[in-house]
Nanobody, 124 residues
Framework: QVQLVESGGGLVQAGGSLRLSCAAS????????MAWFRQAPGKEREFVAI????????FYTTSVKGRFTISRDNAKNTVYLQMNSLKPEDTAVYYC?????????????????WGQGTQVTVSS
């Protein structure tokens, strides 16, 4: 069993930055594929980024490439999402997700564990 707790959300002006954290409980954190998703009001939850457990390989959705960076610290059982050059359309609840095996990173059904979410609001 893995428990995920996100933090770091808040209100920021357009062009600003935030760093989200996701602390994981449980053993073998380094083996988990860790991802960030987000959900805006009235919209479906969408994939943002993933970092693979085995290789550390990262993958991003097109809209955040060059602005967001996902990273992990296996010693601290934590995954991060550094968000720069934020835009109003980045406003959403951001969720951390984990799975040992992921075939289609952008599909919510691939992930076994989810955090409770943290709100990010970007004002124009």
């Amino acid at each position: 069993q893995v428990q995920l707790v996100e933090s770091g959300g808040g209100l920021v002006q357009a062009g600003g930055s935030l760093r989200l954290s996701c602390a994981a409980s449980g053993r073998a954190f380094s083996g988990y594929n860790m991802a960030w998703f987000r959900q805006a009001p009235g919209k479906e939850r969408e994939f943002v980024a993933i970092i693979r457990g085995s290789s550390g390989t990262t993958f991003y959705t097109t809209s955040v490439k060059g602005r967001f960076t996902i990273s992990r610290d296996n010693a601290k059982n934590t995954v991060y999402l550094q968000m720069n050059s934020l835009k109003p359309e980045d406003t959403a609840v951001y969720y951390c997700a984990a799975a040992l095996r992921v075939w289609s990173a952008e599909s919510t059904s691939e992930y076994d564990y989810w955090g409770q979410g943290t709100q990010v609001t970007v004002s124009s």
